[in-house]
């Protein structure tokens, strides 16, 4: 896995690209956001890096489930009311994985059919 691969992305300390790695396949997904939220993405980013627990990033941990494709153990960040991005931990590392849509989200974590 590699470190954020994305000039918004690069543009955040060196802190927390040493706590933080991403996927291909959220690269990805990120590349095709639109720029306001990549942006807005960014600056989530930050927030976490200060205070994961704020309560405006909506940070929780997914339940286990049979109907969810995330990986177990993963936490959700809200980027805004209608984008969320998931992660799991690696000992001290974040390895972000997903990100996209609120909607898209609940079908990912099995909450919607």
Known sequence: MKRWKTPAMDRLPSSFRQQNRTTSGYREQ????????????????????????????????LKDCKTGSHKPGTWSVGITMQYRALY?????????????????YNKFAGRTS
């Open 30 to 61: 990120y590349k095709r956001l639109p720029r306001d939220v990549q942006e807005l993405t960014r600056k989530v980013a930050l927030r976490f890096h200060t205070d994961p627990q704020l309560r405006s990033l909506r940070h929780h941990q």
């Open 88 to 104: 799991v931990k690696d000992g001290d590392i974040n390895i972000w994985y997903w990100i996209g849509t609120h909607a898209a």
